[in-house]
Antibody, heavy 116, light 108 residues
Framework: EVQLVESGGGLVQPGGSLRLSCAAS????????MNWVRQAPGKGLEWVSV???????FYADSVKGRFTISRDNSKNTLYLQMNSLRAEDTAVYYC??????????WGKGTTVTVSS | DIQLTQSPSFLSASVGDRVTITCRAS??????LAWYQQKPGKAPKLLIH???TLQSGVPSRFSGSGSGTEFTLTISSLQPEDCATYYC??????????FGPGTKVDIK
């Protein structure tokens, strides 16, 4: 079964760091456009970051300079390193595969809460 | 960045009703528009891609149309299980792959 499973969420204090993981099954992470999308409580979907098969990375302005997307090809896993976390980063974080201009496979999400 | 708006933001309709949601882009995006359905506590689910192509496994009562700056998602006969929030997303000028603000659909 094609599957993405996120992990690594939790409660962190403002200014802290957290690394999210997205383990893929029957999807080769390194061969796909892999995204992170988040959803703050009661709010809509917000695109966060993407890594291209060639390794190029892009970020939403709201996280640029604080978040880093990466992948481990040997583990077939996508990551999101989040530093200098703020209360407004509180959200459910989803990883999603993008193919041909749409996101067809999504994980179930992992919850990040930034609070003191 | 391309901005998306959706209308209405909320709608309530009866079972069997025809329901239409509109998504407008701030500039032309050809047909690089996708629609997603999200139920509470769940991940988004792809319904439509390329503005009008139904994703495999999605009921045929869902359809999409449009190109350029105006797009519609239609549910031909609303069912109770269609209660959800619907989002459009553009992946023409990408990144970022902006989403619309969402339309919440409820059953009367």
């Amino acid at each position: 079964e094609v599957q993405l499973v996120e992990s690594g969420g939790g409660l962190v204090q403002p200014g802290g760091s957290l690394r999210l993981s997205c383990a893929a099954s029957r999807i080769i992470v390194s061969s796909n456009y892999m995204n992170w999308v988040r959803q703050a409580p009661g709010k809509g979907l917000e695109w966060v970051s993407v890594i291209y098969p060639g390794g190029s990375t892009f970020y939403a302005d709201s996280v640029k300079g604080r978040f880093t997307i990466s992948r481990d090809n040997s583990k077939n896993t996508l990551y999101l390193q989040m530093n200098s976390l703020r209360a407004e980063d509180t959200a459910v974080y989803y990883c999603a595969r993008e193919v041909y201009h749409y996101m067809d496979v999504w994980g179930k999400g992992t919850t990040v809460t930034v609070s003191s | 960045d391309i901005q998306l708006t959706q209308s209405p933001s909320f709608l309530s309709a009866s079972v069997g009703d025809r329901v239409t949601i509109t998504c407008r882009a701030s500039q032309g995006i050809s047909t690089y528009l996708a629609w997603y359905q999200q139920k509470p506590g769940k991940a988004p689910k792809l319904l439509i891609h390329g503005a009008s192509t139904l994703q495999s496994g999605v009921p045929s009562r869902f359809s999409g149309s449009g190109s350029g700056t105006e797009f519609t998602l239609t549910i031909s006969s609303l069912q109770p299980e269609d209660c959800a929030t619907y989002y459009c997303q553009q992946l023409d000028s990408y990144p970022p792959g902006n989403f619309g603000p969402g339309t919440k659909v409820d059953i009367k």
